[in-house]
């Protein structure tokens, strides 16, 4: 196991009053998200916007503190450290981020945005060339390339500069947040082949938060499905896709198309009622409750619980005896 998230949770207060010194309430962004990650998995977490899993991200990275948990990296609570004692636990631990077109700044060289992280960790002169060359090569680029601007490179490209990047001081785990969703369906793929291969070169673990489920099929070892701060299920890819348990897992899945036509002529949509609640004041019981076409009577009273229904396969939903508390 390469990282283990125990119990996290992450608030953020909503203040007003005079000077905006008054908390008047809290955003569970996440609220008691527990799971592991193993060395040379990617897991894939999905959800629709606000579900927490860019929070869960950000948290992991320690780019926002967590309010409560515990997050396990080579036998250290991350969560417990100081900013100091974090510095050598990031080098480790790093990010290729949503849109390239924002993440690398227009006034930098392909060089200068790869070389960043090596400048701050004192890599100079011949050694700092030949890594620059090295992780061009890497994610498919010519070295002649590294004098070239952000604006000189198609959306692919960018991405992949993105990902030498966080390359550059050979991490072990990479949160990719959403790294495919300003790119087009065949430039998704290279990346996805490009994001596969170096994990395989160099051992690396991937945490690959997306809302798309298609992708997320593809490069996936495992799922987990969030919804409103919480976790709703989390299994392998196959038992995921093939035998979804829960309900809100059952909705996602019933609306992405399937590739076989006789398949998909059978295809039934769910839609889900209504919109996701605010954070602000989540329902009670099971959170997706209101929008739930299996809710019963005990919904809106009894919070579920993970339970595992088979060996990898956990589910937050009452209609398993696994899931009561
Ligand atoms: Fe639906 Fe009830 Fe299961 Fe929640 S606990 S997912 S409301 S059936």
């Not at 997050?71 to 004692?85: G, P, Q, V, Y």
């Not at 604006?151 to 390359?167: D, I, T, Y």
């Not at 430039?187 to 991937?206: E, H, M, P, R, T």
């Not at 329902?283 to 009577?297: D, I, L, N, S």
Request: charged share 25%; with cysteine; glycine share 8%.
């Amino acid at each position: 196991m390469i990282l283990e998230v125990t119990n996290l949770t992450k608030y953020f207060p909503v203040t007003g009053g005079f000077f905006g010194r008054k908390k008047l309430a809290e955003v569970k962004a996440v609220d008691g998200v527990s799971f592991a990650i193993h060395k040379g998995e990617t897991l894939g977490l999905v959800g629709e916007s606000g579900s927490g899993k860019t929070t869960v991200g950000k948290n992991i990275l320690q780019l926002q503190r967590p309010t409560s948990g515990e997050i396990w990296f080579k036998n250290k609570d991350l969560a417990s450290l100081s900013n100091k004692e974090l510095r050598p636990y990031r080098q480790k631990l790093q990010v290729v981020f949503q849109d390239p077109y924002e993440s690398l700044d227009p006034r930098f060289t392909a060089a200068d945005i790869i070389g960043e992280p090596l400048r701050l960790h004192k890599v100079k002169g011949g050694e700092y060339n030949k890594r620059i060359a090295e992780l061009l090569k890497l994610v498919g680029l010519s070295p002649y390339m590294a004098e070239r601007y952000p604006h000189e490179f198609s959306g692919g490209q960018r991405q992949r500069l993105g990902v030498a990047r966080a390359l550059a001081l050979q991490p072990e785990f990479i949160v990719c947040d959403e790294p495919l969703s300003a790119l087009d369906v065949s430039i998704q793929a290279q990346i996805i082949n490009l994001l596969d291969d170096l994990k395989n070169k160099f051992g690396l673990s991937y945490l690959f938060i997306s809302h798309d489920l298609s992708v997320v099929r593809h490069i996936s070892d495992r799922v987990m499905v969030m919804y409103l701060g919480k976790l709703m299920e989390v299994a392998d890819r196959d038992s995921m896709y093939e035998k979804p348990l829960h309900p809100y897992t059952q909705a996602l899945l019933s609306a992405v198309p399937i590739p076989d036509p006789a398949v998909e002529a059978e295809r039934k949509v769910i839609i889900l009622k209504g919109e996701v609640p605010s954070p602000l004041n989540p329902p009670t019981g099971c959170v997706f409750h209101p929008r739930c076409f299996k809710a019963f009577e005990d919904c809106p009273k009894v919070v579920p619980v993970m339970g595992e229904t088979s060996p990898g396969h956990h589910v937050a939903c009452l209609l398993y005896k696994e899931c009561w508390p």
